[in-house]
């Protein structure tokens, strides 16, 4: 079993910046997909970011491509999400989570199988 705590959550203005940290123990992550997704008020849990465990291939939505970097840092077994240009729309509670047996990274977050309490990154105009 993996738990997964995350931080770095903020208020913060548009075209500012703010990286998450999702803090994983129980096991090590470097053989697991990790994630990232968020959710806003009336909106459903959508995708952001994904890194898989080979050769650490991401993945991004469209909508945070060239704005977001999802990095790992195995030694601390940590995934992070770097996030600049932020945009109001990007307000939303961001959750870290883990596939733990994916093979080709996934954008469902109904194949992940462990997932982190969130943290509130909120931008305002």
């Known amino acids: 079993q993996v738990q997964l705590v995350e931080s770095g959550g903020g208020l913060v203005q548009a075209g500012g910046s703010l990286r998450l940290s999702c803090a994983a123990s129980?096991?090590?992550?470097?053989?697991?997909?990790m994630g990232w997704f968020r959710q806003a008020p009336g909106k459903e849990r959508e995708f952001v970011a994904a890194?898989?465990?080979?050769?650490?291939?991401?993945y991004y939505a469209d909508s945070v491509k060239g704005r977001f970097t999802i990095s790992r840092d195995n030694a601390k077994n940590t995934v992070y999400l770097q996030m600049n240009s932020l945009k109001p729309e990007d307000t939303a509670v961001y959750y870290c989570?883990?596939?733990?047996?994916?093979?080709?990274?996934?954008?469902?977050?109904?194949?992940?199988?462990?997932w982190g309490q969130g943290t509130q990154v909120t931008v305002s105009s």
């Open positions: 989570a883990v596939d733990r047996t994916g093979v080709v990274v996934s954008t469902d977050p109904g194949d992940y199988d462990y």
């Open positions: 129980g096991r090590t992550i470097s053989n697991y997909a």
């Open positions: 890194i898989n465990w080979g050769r650490g291939n991401t």
